[in-house]
């Protein structure tokens, strides 16, 4: 039961760590990244900022830039600033529901259920 914690605590700290808010795309190492392209909260965060920085309230070009602040913003962060992230996001959360759901299906379908 504590490495089953362990281990759970250890892939929450991975899954919020690799999405994009607390390190930035760019700061991930190489290495490292695909934990940065597996992570379900990634492709939710992505369709709510380019949602939200896409805009009408974020277009206004600020001052000595050639860009929208919205944009500016999200590529300041690492996040996708083209609006077609925000389709790629929701098709990748929809398949990661059919994911879990299989995976669900098929682990209460082939394990074994006693309680030791």
Not at 6 to 33: N, P
Request: proline residues 4%; glycine residues 8%.
């Amino acid at each position: 039961m504590i490495s089953a914690n362990i281990f759970g605590s250890f892939a929450f700290l991975l899954l919020f760590a690799m999405r994009g808010f607390v390190l930035s795309r760019d700061d991930i190492k190489k290495w490292w990244i695909w934990g940065y392209w597996i992570s379900p909260m990634m492709y939710g965060q992505t369709a709510i900022i380019v949602n939200e920085f896409s805009g009408k309230s974020w277009r206004h070009v600020p001052p000595n830039s050639t860009k929208p602040l919205g944009v500016t913003i999200m590529k300041s962060r690492g996040f996708f600033p083209h609006a077609y992230w925000y389709w790629i996001s929701i098709g990748a959360l929809f398949g990661f529901v059919l994911l879990f759901n299989i995976c669900f299906t098929l682990a209460l379908t082939y394990l074994n259920r006693e309680f030791v």
